[in-house]
């Protein structure tokens, strides 16, 4: 059994080893790329290639299935769309988007997710991007290699809006912009302020729409922190008299996503309502406020 993936003018130029770890979700690196190379794993054009070539467009570039087992994570998903190449499911607070460990919103999606029957279906769907593991809310993911590919390159062009929902510390009026460089590089978030609930603590506390027009990390906490708001739960970039709410999480979560497909370009419109514990912790604040 193998899996194929075409390249497309959108892929290149790329040697052969970038474009397989950019490709198969079973060679994560360049280095695990090269190897699968060396054990005749990788053909190119239907012969065995090698590392040092480029890929031109139509090259048709072949893995034959690994003997690793993938991983698998037994975790219950609410999975908002899907088809043959595309799904978007909901990552619970507390775990991981992806990676090594067994505990990963990417490895509970093969229990959760219809196989695909497309020629170059992954043997386990990938995410085309990451929220902090404290963060919960939509994240998409391919089913293809083709698809994954077309993702990966949708959000590098930023072309993929989305659209979070977070509870802030004191009173934010109004909508905005913070373009704050991040990490030496430019970064710009819009925020707009739905709503106030009073606190017994710190005042008052806001609910806001973020949509990040960059991608730099915990940008929206850093941001939100540095307008003085910071996000409730976060621990890490507030002030000390904001460090509330230890151990109820952070108060963050992606609720939206605009792209579009990337094999049909219909345009997918993704909504998640919010978490129900920003609701009754609201309802709670507000009582308490009213009692003092």
């Not at 067994?102 to 995410?127: C, K, M, W, Y």
């Not at 062009?157 to 989305?162: D, I």
């Not at 030496?184 to 709503?195: D, E, N, P, Q």
Request: glycine fraction near 8%.
């Amino acid at each position: 059994m193998k899996v194929w993936v075409e390249a497309t003018e959108g892929d290149l130029p790329v040697r052969l080893d970038r474009f397989l770890e950019r490709s198969f979700e079973q060679l994560p690196s360049r280095a695990s790329a090269r190897k699968a190379i060396k054990r005749g794993e990788v053909h190119l054009n239907s012969a065995p290639a090698e590392s040092s070539r480029f890929i031109r467009a139509g090259d048709r570039v072949e893995l034959l299935a690994s003997r690793r087992r993938p991983q698998r994570y037994d975790l219950d998903l609410e999975m908002l769309f899907e088809d043959d190449h595309v799904a978007i499911g909901y990552k619970p607070a507390g775990i991981e988007t992806s990676g090594a460990r067994q505990r990963t919103f990417e490895h509970a999606l093969p229990g959760n997710l219809r196989p695909s029957p497309r020629p170059d279906a992954l043997i386990q769907p990938r995410v085309a991007h990451r929220l902090d593991f404290q963060t919960q809310g939509l994240v998409v993911c391919g089913k293809t290699a083709s698809a994954h590919m077309a993702l990966g390159r949708a959000f590098q062009a930023r072309t993929v809006r989305k659209r979070y929902r977070a509870i802030v510390a004191g009173r934010l009026e109004g909508e905005g912009r913070v373009e704050t460089p991040l990490d030496g590089r430019s970064a710009l978030t819009r925020w707009a302020a739905i709503g106030h609930t009073p606190s017994l603590h710190i005042g008052w506390q806001t609910t806001v729409d973020l949509w990040p027009e960059t991608g730099r990390t915990h940008q929206l906490r850093r941001h939100m922190a540095e307008l003085g708001h910071s996000v409730l739960g976060d621990t890490v970039y507030c002030p000390e008299d904001q460090k509330l709410l230890r151990g109820q999480g952070l108060f963050l979560a992606a609720l939206g996503l605009e792209l579009e497909h990337p094999v049909t370009a219909e345009p997918l419109c993704i909504e998640a309502d919010e978490p129900y514990r920003f609701v009754s912790f609201r309802v709670r604040e507000a009582r308490r406020a009213g009692a003092s």
